[in-house]
């Protein structure tokens, strides 16, 4: 869509400007908004919904929408005075101002007046619409103004000196209106192409789940397994305890071996790939390698998040923490269909139901790994499946990669319309 520009424009002397519109100023941030400092929150008041102030945290930043809905925490007026917290007036923006929550550049206008901890930074419109202050703040990037160091955290001083492009409050207005209604078409659009992948991506498990449970041929004589979560199964597959189809692999590390992290999203790949893929530093252990378990290719892991999204498999050699349980075969399998099975959500199901625990993040172990049993497949008709699974995901990718690529585009174009609206590089008033 092409917009129109302004009439005239001028050099704005600011390097991340450029040229604005003839008749809009250049202020520092100070002139116009007024910065409020985070408080540091006692750890027992944590997750307190006693009170009607909301005490923010990082966590309540996050997400797409451009106001915080709701708080998980929230206190009581005596309480605040008590503990001498300063109120963030309602209509300010939060952002994070330190370490990660810094680098991920989330900005929430408040509904009402709040309480903030310290790893956030209030910021209160005083001579600008807030609205407006709020899009000019999204194309801010708080790390040109950061405190050297191991953790970046935003200098005060260089954020109050930095210079934006202002209009007339009548333009502001106006901007902001346009904004509004372009991003909400923008996020509605992305919206729906996000459902799309959702349903994508159960169509996509049905045929796998399907497929590894059932089998392929849909006249084959079924029977039942007498595993509740199993059901039925085609009569010459053969059930299974785990522990006969599996056994713990107790194999302390080699002093060469590779780091290996458990990952949902990539299965149990060396660390240095894992950083790669992601972006995301992992620490490394220097000392005790001896005291961590062996993984060889093609084993299953139980990792802390296994509760959560079932077993990952080994696409390498190497070592990993003690706590997980690493599983080996005891019979011939194709390590392709149980990867498929392990990450079935019947299967993920069975051995949530092993437990009671309440949360992810607990350690399942070989105990509840035992409790639900497998079945058999002939090792053939496992890799028929497996072939047939593959050739059918083909498809899903495609359309699910399309789709990622149109939402990053729309994405892109959110961006660069609130640049452009709010540096002047289009005329929306």
Do not use: C, M
């Given at each position: 869509m092409m917009f129109e520009k302004y009439d005239a424009y001028k050099d704005s002397d600011?390097?991340?400007?450029?040229?604005?519109?003839?008749?809009?100023?250049?202020?520092?941030?100070?002139?116009?908004?007024?910065?409020?400092?985070?408080?540091?929150?006692?750890?027992?008041?944590?997750?307190?919904?006693?009170?009607?102030?909301?005490?923010?945290?990082?966590?309540?930043?996050?997400?797409?929408?451009?106001?915080?809905i709701k708080s998980s925490n929230y206190v009581t007026d005596k309480i605040r005075r008590r503990n001498k917290w300063n109120l963030v007036p309602k209509n300010s923006i939060v952002t994070g101002k330190i370490g990660e929550a810094l680098r991920k550049n989330h900005r929430k206008i408040l509904l009402e007046d709040s309480i903030i901890d310290n790893n956030c930074i209030g910021i209160e419109a005083v001579k600008i619409n807030y609205n407006f202050s709020y899009y000019l703040h999204k194309v801010i990037d708080f790390e040109w103004f950061v405190n050297p160091g191991t953790v970046p955290s935003i200098s005060v001083s260089k954020y109050k000196s930095f210079k934006v492009c202002l209009p007339s409050e009548n333009e502001q207005e106006i901007i902001v209106n346009f904004l509004d209604q372009k991003t909400s078409q923008i996020d509605q659009a992305i919206a729906i192409k996000e459902q799309q992948i959702v349903l994508l991506n159960e169509r996509k498990q049905i045929v796998i789940q399907k497929a590894v449970t059932q089998g392929l041929d849909p006249n084959v004589p079924m029977k039942d397994s007498g595993v509740e979560w199993i059901?039925?199964?085609?009569?010459?597959?053969?059930?299974?305890?785990s522990k006969f189809l599996f056994t713990q692999r107790k194999e302390n590390s080699k002093k060469d071996d590779v780091q290996l992290s458990a990952t949902q999203a990539y299965g149990v790949i060396p660390q240095e790939e894992y950083e790669k893929r992601t972006g995301k530093s992992v620490v490394k252990i220097s000392l005790h390698l001896d005291k961590r378990k062996r993984v060889h290719l093609n084993d299953f892991v139980i990792s802390m998040r296994s509760f959560q999204g079932g077993l990952e498999r080994a696409w390498a050699e190497g070592c990993i923490r003690s706590s997980y349980v690493v599983l080996k075969p005891l019979k011939p399998i194709d390590p392709d269909y149980y990867g498929y099975l392990f990450k079935t959500p019947m299967y993920i199901k069975a051995l949530q139901n092993t437990s009671n625990f309440i949360r992810d993040g607990q350690d399942l172990n070989f105990g509840n790994f035992s409790q639900v049993d497998l079945f058999i497949v002939p090792l053939s008709e496992q890799k028929q499946i497996v072939e047939y699974i593959k050739s059918q995901l083909g498809d899903?990718?495609?359309?699910?990669?399309?789709?990622?690529?149109?939402?990053?585009?729309?994405?892109?174009?959110?961006?660069?319309?609130?640049?452009?609206?709010?540096t002047g590089k289009i005329k929306v008033a």
């Open positions: 600011v390097e991340w400007l450029g040229e604005i519109p003839n008749h809009w100023s250049i202020v520092k941030l100070k002139r116009v908004v007024k910065e409020h400092s985070g408080n540091g929150f006692p750890i027992e008041l944590q997750g307190s919904e006693d009170g009607s102030i909301p005490f923010l945290k990082v966590s309540d930043i996050s997400g797409e929408f451009k106001s915080i059901g039925q199964i085609p009569e010459h597959w053969e059930i299974i305890r899903f990718e495609k359309h699910l990669e399309l789709l990622n690529q149109q939402i990053e585009k729309l994405k892109e174009y959110k961006t660069t319309l609130i640049n452009d609206a709010v």
